[in-house]
């Protein structure tokens, strides 16, 4: 029997952890489940996501109105895509494209 899909998030071992297509939900990534994995956030519109732990890279993309509070990342955050957000976000390196109306905090 296959195990229950987690509400906020999918575990797939090849591509990490995803969160994809997300309206007014506050989310939260435990580090059990981001530790050393990729995590994606993609298509998320008036969230709040709150990544617990120390994932090996993000991938933010297409998010409107969002709040992103995630670190320590191992190596990098990748964001395309992002509008009228704020973003706060630990990492060894930060890849932005097109990003418009956003706040970054970064450390």
Do not use: W
Not at 7 to 30: D, H, Q
Not at 81 to 105: M, Y
Request: hydrophobic share 35%; proline share 3%.
């Amino acid at each position: 029997a296959a195990e229950p899909v987690k509400e906020s998030s999918e575990i797939n071992l090849e591509t990490g952890v995803s969160v994809r297509n997300k309206v007014n939900e506050t989310i939260e990534l435990a580090s059990t489940e981001v530790n050393s994995a990729d995590v994606n956030l993609v298509n998320l519109e008036n969230c709040r996501v709150h990544v617990i732990g120390s994932p090996s890279t993000i991938h933010i993309t297409q998010i409107r109105n969002c709040r992103i509070m995630a670190g320590p990342v191992s190596s990098s955050v990748f964001i395309e895509g992002c509008k009228d957000s704020t973003l706060v976000l630990s990492s060894q390196q930060l890849r932005i494209h097109d990003a418009v109306s956003t706040d970054f905090l970064i450390h």
